[in-house]
Every structure is written in structure tokens, then in C-alpha cells.
T-cell receptor, first 111, second 111 residues
């Protein structure tokens, strides 16, 4: 079974802090994704990556950046956390023509 | 990617078939229909996908209309553990691999 592991289930940070959300997958998938999920808005794509060191913006990239230095790891970075970035963050991975496999999410609270 | 329309919520009696509809009237010829579900506090889980033929696996069946403008996910014998939010997504396989999620259908299985 594919395993997508997000480093924290719950995280509390202060406004202005730099925040790193880490995601690791163990199935050699080319593609990795970061979504955020908010009530009434569904899942919205922030960034995705189709190869090491490659990244593409999704629908809502503002205030975020990503890093993919190794194939198995995809990091989401909040350069200066703000309260409107309080959300559930979901990482996913997939092969090129295959369904997404999700982690269990990180619930981030910015105070 | 084509947009999808799903009912906000549905109920189903335990042991009965749950039929979840999805409209995707702007789907193009090379777009697949995917279904995911999300149980509270977990990441979305892949269920099934198809292009134009009906599909069945151990979890569910997918019925796609001949004009491909709508589809129905069928859970043949719903259990309480099937209570979840169900997402219908259409996307082109093998491109930039964006999966765009809407707000889904909240299915409640009633004892």
C-alpha cells in the first residue's frame, strides 16, 4: 500500500512565523501535491510538482512556496504565516496516469 | 478541467444501495471521471475512475451515461462506515496532473 506521511497532525504557530509542512511518500511517485481544505470550499490546489526540483502553481499559491529536493519529499513553506492560512493541509502523490494517494492532513492554526 | 456539480447532501438506509450523482456537462473526450471519499479527520481516499465504460471494483460501481455528461457512483450495500463526503472529479490523465476538487456530497448512512 502507498504511504503518504505528513510530519504533523496538528500545528500551532504565531503570525509572522516561517512554517514548514513536510510530506514524504514511499512509492517512488513522480507527482506530489499540496491542497488546503476549508469548510464550504472543498480542497483547493496550492502547488504541485511532477519531478524533483520542478514545481507548478495551483489555484491559490499566494503566500506559499514549495521545495522538492528529493523525489520522495515535498515541503510546503509559509514564508510569514497569517491567520487566514489557518486550515487543513493535505499532501498527495501519484504516478503520472494514476489516482492520487493522500496523507491524513496537518491541521494548522495560526494565532 | 471540466467542472462538476453534485448534491450537497444525501441520506441512505443501511444495507441499501447508495446512488450518488454527478453532472459534468462540459467534459471533454479525453477526461476521466474519478471518485474519492473523505471520512472525517482523514485524507481523501480513491474509490474508482472511468472514461466511458461502466466500471466496478470491490468498493463501488461507476455508471457513466452514453453522452458522458453525468455519472453515478453506486455503493451496493451501504454501511455506517460509508458515511463520508464523496467527491466527483474530471481530469485529463497524464497531463499536469491537477485534480480539482469541488465541495462534494455529504452522504449519511442511517441505521
Amino acid at each position: 500500500d502507498v504511504k503518504v506521511t505528513q510530519s504533523s497532525r496538528y500545528l500551532v504557530k504565531r503570525t509572522g512565523e516561517k512554517v514548514f509542512l513536510e510530506c514524504v511518500q514511499d512509492m517512488d511517485h513522480e507527482n506530489m501535491f499540496w491542497y488546503r481544505q476549508d469548510p464550504g470550499l472543498g480542497l483547493r490546489l496550492i502547488y504541485f510538482s511532477y519531478d524533483v526540483k520542478m514545481k507548478e502553481k495551483g489555484d491559490i499559491p499566494e503566500g506559499y512556496s514549495v521545495s522538492r529536493e528529493k523525489k520522495e519529499r515535498f515541503s510546503l513553506i509559509l514564508e510569514s504565516a497569517s491567520t487566514n492560512q489557518t486550515s487543513m493541509y493535505l499532501c498527495a502523490s501519484s504516478l503520472v496516469k494514476s489516482p492520487l494517494h493522500f496523507g491524513n492532513g496537518t491541521r494548522l492554526t495560526v494565532t | 478541467d471540466a467542472k462538476t456539480t453534485q448534491p450537497t447532501s444525501m441520506d441512505c438506509a443501511e444495507g441499501r444501495a447508495a446512488n450518488l450523482p454527478c453532472n459534468h456537462s462540459t467534459i471533454s473526450g479525453n477526461e476521466y471521471v474519478y471518485w474519492y471519499r473523505q471520512i472525517h479527520s482523514q485524507g481523501p481516499q480513491y474509490i474508482i475512475h472511468g472514461l466511458k465504460n461502466n466500471e466496478t471494483n470491490e468498493m463501488a460501481s461507476l455508471i457513466i451515461t452514453e453522452d458522458r455528461k453525468s455519472s453515478t457512483l453506486i455503493l451496493p450495500h451501504a454501511t455506517l462506515r460509508d458515511t463520508a463526503v464523496y467527491y466527483c472529479i474530471v481530469r485529463v490523465a497524464g497531463t499536469g496532473n491537477q485534480f480539482y476538487f469541488g465541495t462534494g456530497t455529504s452522504l449519511t448512512v442511517i441505521p
